[in-house]
């Protein structure tokens, strides 16, 4: 296809991919200041982060439905624009419910925008030239989530938590206008018109749904509760139907990459380190601004080195991964990723700032470890036909995870804060449940260690070699 000005058509896309990125870890530091603002419970605050990330997770799916019908062009000023006036809306939230509604308008969009920015990338742009765009399409995704909490931080910090939403009108209106004008050759695809899965997406919105509700119930009721089981036995029904309506052609994901055993163990690595790192990182700013004193400004600060590393060790990870190193690489991130875990859960208010930058340091290299090594593991496990249904799962369990983590985080603070509150003053109860929750996180993600032992020691050259020596 003839591309007008390939530079700014990646540059486009760069903006757009960087501008969901941004947004899924620029709130997370301004998370306190809304709590007091609108005056409601950690459990009630949590919903800022939930909501956005089952949103994403209910809209993933239907990225590849959407395009077809509409075509990349239109979707991506849809998006683009629904992005942008849900950001608008969310600066000017009067309450939660609004906050978590506009939020969920954000993540509607947001949930299509970065998949659909590296499937153009991918299917627009000639082999030869793939590698080279994707890589700066990788380094503004990445950068988004660097900057994110440094950057929310600074603007909560001076201007209030709704300016946090401000930096997307300009980018998402800079995005609209580069769309417009260097990506309206897209404009000019065929369009297949496929036919809707109805039945598999309402079994699949049923499946989520059901499993976020039974998280919170078993937060509010004992296990022996009949309702918790009740929930739990509908989600399971929900996800039979859903895993037997997808053996048809025209289903919403091909689950047929499931069968394979790499697939598997690299898809459970990811799931556990999902739930333990979004569970964990959510108390992060509570206890750096709460318990410590930090300023929203600060504890920004304090947790860039770990964005930073992680941007840092990312590139060598993915070299350490494609020289055979998957298994070994993947086990050292998971226990430093644990490790910091343990020293979060013993940082106090007489705490050295000089030492929570040396835990995020350590962390972010972790954290850089543990994600390439595993990503690769999980792509070289399918098909290549299976490429793009693989990178939609792996984002749908890494969003799945994430909202499960806060979730199930939060039902052990809560229930720690009550225990301690018998023997101790409501601030030190909740000091000592922050410290527990953390050590909760290590111990999840060291669960990871299980399925990560099974990992390939070398990474095989192409995925039907990977599958094969998984299979055996």
Partial sequence: MNIPRKTQFVTTLMIAASMAS????????????????FGVEMNEIEWVVTAYMLS??????????????VGYYGLMVVCLSVFTVGSAACSLAPNLPWLVAS??????????????????????????????????????????????????????????????????????????????????????????????????YVLFLGFILLVQLWVWMVAEYPLTDWKTWVTALAAAFFLVNYIR????????????????????????????????????????????????????????????????????????????????????????????????????????????????????????????LLVAPVSAALLNAVRRDQTATATTMNSLILQLGGSLGVAISGIFYHRLVVHYEKTLPLALAEHKALQGSFLIAAGMILIACIPASGLPVSNPDGGHRAVEKMQQ
């Fill in 22 to 37: 941004i947004d899924r870890s620029i709130v997370n530091v301004s998370l306190p200041a809304m709590r007091a603002d």
């Fill in 56 to 69: 994403f997770l209910l809209v993933l799916p239907l990225m590849n439905w959407l395009k077809s019908r």
């Fill in 103 to 200: 939020r969920c308008m954000q993540a509607a969009a947001g949930g299509i925008l970065t998949p659909m920015t590296m499937a153009i990338l991918s299917e627009t742009l000639p082999k030869e030239e793939k590698g080279s765009a994707i890589a700066w399409w990788g380094i503004g995704n990445v950068t988004g989530l660097a900057i994110g909490p440094t950057l929310g931080g600074a603007l909560s910090h001076y201007f209030g938590w709704p300016s946090v939403f401000y930096i997307n009108l300009p980018l998402g209106i800079i995005a609209l206008v580069m769309t417009l004008r260097h990506l309206s050759f897209l404009k000019h695809r065929t369009l297949q018109k496929n036919k809707f899965d109805f039945r598999g």
């Fill in 245 to 368: 309506s997808s053996r048809k052609p025209d289903a919403l994901l091909d689950l047929g990459v499931f069968r394979y055993a790499l697939f598997n163990r690299s898809a459970i690595v990811i799931f556990i380190r999902s739930i333990a790192l979004f569970g964990g990182m959510f108390y992060l700013p509570f206890l750096l601004q709460g318990e410590m004193g930090y300023s929203e400004m600060q504890t920004g600060l304090l947790m860039l080195p770990n964005a930073l590393m992680v941007l840092v060790t990312r590139p060598g990870a993915g070299r350490l991964a494609d020289r055979g190193r998957i298994r070994n690489v993947t086990l050292v991130g998971i226990f430093m990723v644990a490790f910091s875990f343990v020293l979060f859960a013993y940082v106090n208010a007489g705490t050295e700032s000089w030492w929570i930058l040396t835990i995020m340091f350590f962390r972010g290299i972790g954290m850089g």
